[in-house]
């Protein structure tokens, strides 16, 4: 008697399922071949399928850099949340350089120029050979133990990185040294320990939640206001998006990350700015006041209260009610020398969206992914 149809690709999706998750321990991507069959058999799941191999693929990834890092760190002694600050850092410079910087595919984000890892005098600047690497005192060695140095393959690049690193020892300000030795950039320096700092207090890679930047039940308006002409202290374009509130609506943190700068400003009144992994700098001003909590330096999540909605700023310290009371919400991107602003707009309204999704189904309070 043959098999009922459902009962037949009952089986037959388990089977490859159970062939992904062999395929993940050796490829960080999930296995296309059964894309097809798991978005058919997944009608009225949640999750579309195009969503499931994302999210499937984002975590096999975290999964596959974080076993990297550890097991550097137990070569090497470098702690792994700075060796994945380093690599997070250096993926940020390739999304804001991606035609100087072009690599293989890996799961290293690293990138070392052919000079840099063979050694600026070797005449072989493709040079794979440790030993002639470390006569014209090159960066590149051998972490896998095959014989070759090797600028993409993962281990090679990772440990060669962290013993680099680890030459400077291992407190707080003699890795601070390293990454300035390594970019001479004090810019790169306080990005690299921001980022440290967050891998360390969550013990994970996975720091990539987004929380729209006021409470989904409070009253508000907003649209594109980015690159419309401002006149106060000079005309300039406005950076950012207004989102108009009343007086005390709380103002939250759509990321995690580190608060950078707290305080006055003329412009921008009571303003606070937030650093992320990806490297934006978040920039909430005008605001009627503070957390108490909240001071510079601090770890923040998404959806934690900063401040509050209000109408600060124009004029000296203290100034308010100059123009009606809302939340200017702005992100820059850092290049590696300077922050450039792009316009917020389609991360507000797609973080929007996402966390009316998530209240809706029940998932979470507050944030969105």
């Keep these: ?16 399922l159970l062939c992904a998750a062999t395929l993940t321990t050796v490829c960080p ?19 579309t399928a195009t969503n499931w191999e994302a999210s499937h693929a984002s975590s096999s990834i975290y999964t596959s850099r974080l076993a990297l890092y550890h097991s550097i760190e137990a070569l090497t002694g470098v702690p792994w ?11 940020t410079l390739t999304v804001a350089h991606p035609k100087d910087r072009k690599h293989a595919e890996r799961i290293i984000g690293i990138f070392v120029t052919g ?33 070759i140095a090797d600028r993409n393959n993962d281990k090679d690049l990772l440990f060669s990185i962290a013993s680099y690193l680890g030459k400077y020892g291992n407190s707080e300000d003699e890795f601070g040294i390293a990454v300035w030795e390594y970019y001479h950039n004090s810019r790169a320096v306080q990005r ?56 005390g609506v709380p103002v939250r943190s759509t990321c995690y990350g580190v608060v950078e700068i707290k305080g006055w ?9 937030i650093r992320d992994l990806n490297n934006r700098y978040h920039y909430y001003a005008h605001l009627s006041g503070f957390d108490k909590n909240v001071h510079n330096g601090d770890i923040v999540t998404p959806g934690q209260t900063v401040g509050w909605v209000g109408s ?15 939340l200017h919400y702005g992100i820059y991107r850092d290049n590696g020398w300077t922050d450039w602003s792009f316009d917020p707009y389609p991360l507000l309204r797609q973080w929007e969206q996402n966390e009316r999704k998530a209240l809706k189904s029940g998932k979470t309070k507050g944030a969105s992914s």
């Design 1 to 16: 008697m043959p098999y009922p149809t459902q009962a037949v690709r009952a089986v037959r999706l388990l089977s490859l």
């Design 192 to 247: 690299v320990q921001q980022f440290a700092k967050l891998y360390q207090t969550y013990g994970k890679l996975d720091l990539v939640r987004q929380a729209f930047p006021l409470p989904l039940d409070s009253i508000y308006s907003y649209r594109s206001t980015w690159g419309s002409r401002r006149s106060w202290g000079g005309y300039r374009i406005h950076e950012g998006t207004d989102l108009f509130a009343g007086y």
């Design 312 to 326: 600060s700023g124009y004029g000296k310290p203290g100034t308010q009610g100059k123009f009606p009371p809302h």
């Design 81 to 91: 949340y700075r060796l994945a600050a380093i690599d997070q850092y250096e993926r």
């Design 115 to 147: 000079p840099v890892w063979s050694g600026l005098l070797n005449p072989d600047s493709e040079d794979q050979n440790p030993h002639s690497i470390e006569l014209f005192s090159g960066l590149g060695q051998d972490g896998s133990g095959d014989g």
């Design 29 to 47: 991507l999930p296995a296309h071949a059964f894309a097809e069959h798991t978005r058919s058999s997944s009608a009225g799941n949640n999750l």
């Design 265 to 273: 400003n003329p412009f921008g009144g009571w303003r606070i700015g």
